[in-house]
């Protein structure tokens, strides 16, 4: 079970550096409407800081990846980030699911994994919608594939570097 976890885990990261790497400059760049709420990038800097939050918890004293700014993270800093804490999750996640327990995190670790795809599926959603909301959709390419686990999951290897 801890495999297919794990696997599943990559494909979830696969499936947000894919949706982030479909986006327009534009869309990345843009304003909200309005002038309230996230912006799309700082969205997906959020989900990589909230990542850090969990690992400084979870890891006392370890050495993190930087957070990113959330007005002025570019795509590239962001995928390189998201794939940093991705990795560092992932080996949290390989320790704790045969445990059954992640430090800091209440009731147990198939919910700390739950949690992660959860929130950060979530804010896939806002960006897309937002995105959309902006003018600068995602290619329907990118909305439809986001949604082909089998494909992504085949790109993971080597992913994430």
């Known amino acids: 079970m801890t495999d297919a976890l794990l696997s ?3 494909t979830h990261e696969r499936i947000n550096q894919y949706m ?4 327009t400059d534009e869309a990345w760049s843009a304003g909200t409407p309005g002038g309230k709420g996230r912006t ?6 959020h989900m ?10 979870i890891l006392k004293g370890a050495t ?12 590239t800093d962001t995928l390189r980030a998201l794939g940093q804490s991705h990795r560092m999750l ?4 390989r320790e704790a699911l045969p445990k059954g327990k992640v430090k800091g995190f209440s009731p147990d670790a198939v919910s700390f994994f739950a949690y992660l795809v959860s929130h950060e ?3 896939r959603g806002q960006i897309a919608s937002l995105a959309k909301r902006l003018g600068h959709p995602l290619p329907k390419t990118v ?9 992504r999951s085949r790109e993971v290897k080597g992913a994430f570097g």
Do not use: Y
């Open 143 to 151: 909305e439809f594939g986001m949604w082909e686990w089998g494909s």
């Open 20 to 23: 982030i790497e479909g986006l």
């Open 90 to 93: 992932e080996d949290v996640l």
């Open 64 to 75: 993190l990846p930087p957070q990113l700014d959330k007005d002025s993270c570019t795509r």
């Open 40 to 45: 799309v990038r700082a969205i997906a800097a």
């Open 8 to 10: 599943a885990f990559a």
């Open 48 to 57: 990589h800081n909230v990542r850090l939050l969990w690992l400084k918890t």
């Open 121 to 123: 599926s979530h804010h």
